[in-house]
């Protein structure tokens, strides 16, 4: 299982726009193929955006839905002009996570992204591994990730 979290920046007052292109291809048949784990945007900020986060069960199975034609009506949605910027990240879940969870949370969701040195990691995950049972009675815990590469 990987994680694809995928941003887009939005020219401005693009937002209600884009939200309806993008629902309209979702119902043509897009999440037959992965789950759309959670879907987040943003009206203010630095620039409008939103941003998609989805799980496949392996690396092959993530990337063509967004850079190619699939097959499925209206995907990958039209939305080019409507675009400023986009960016997609791959991460890879950390042992504790539980792949029982879903994005049927919120509607409020907390992101948090960190930076460590190189070799770090293994550290950080040993340390929260250690710790998720008790952070979990604090507030819900969605998904924990490290990312090895960027697209």
């Known amino acids: 299982?990987?994680?694809?979290?995928?941003t887009y920046d939005l020219f401005p007052h693009n937002l209600?726009?884009?939200?309806e292109i993008?629902?309209?291809s979702?119902?043509?048949?897009r999440l037959d193929h992965?789950?759309?784990?959670g879907y987040f945007y943003s009206?203010?900020?630095?620039?409008?955006g939103h941003s998609t986060f989805g799980h496949t069960k392996?690396?092959?199975n993530a990337s063509p839905f967004a850079t190619k034609p699939t097959g499925i009506t209206g995907w990958p949605p039209p939305t080019g002009d409507l675009l400023a910027?986009?960016?997609a990240e791959i991460y890879f879940p950390a042992p504790f996570n539980d792949s029982s969870i879903t994005g049927a949370r919120g509607p409020f969701y907390e992101l948090r992204t960190y930076t460590y040195r190189t070799g770090e990691i293994p550290k950080v995950i040993d340390r929260w591994g250690k710790a998720i049972d008790e952070r979990r009675k604090l507030s819900p815990f969605m998904v924990a990730g490290t990312q090895n590469l960027a697209i």
Do not use: C, H, V
């Open 43 to 48: 009206e203010f900020g630095p620039s409008t």
């Open 22 to 24: 993008l629902t309209n």
């Open 16 to 19: 209600p726009k884009y939200q």
């Open 26 to 29: 979702l119902a043509g048949g």
């Open 1 to 6: 299982m990987i994680y694809e979290f995928r």
């Open 34 to 37: 992965s789950d759309l784990f």
């Open 85 to 87: 910027d986009q960016s």
């Open 58 to 60: 392996a690396w092959t």
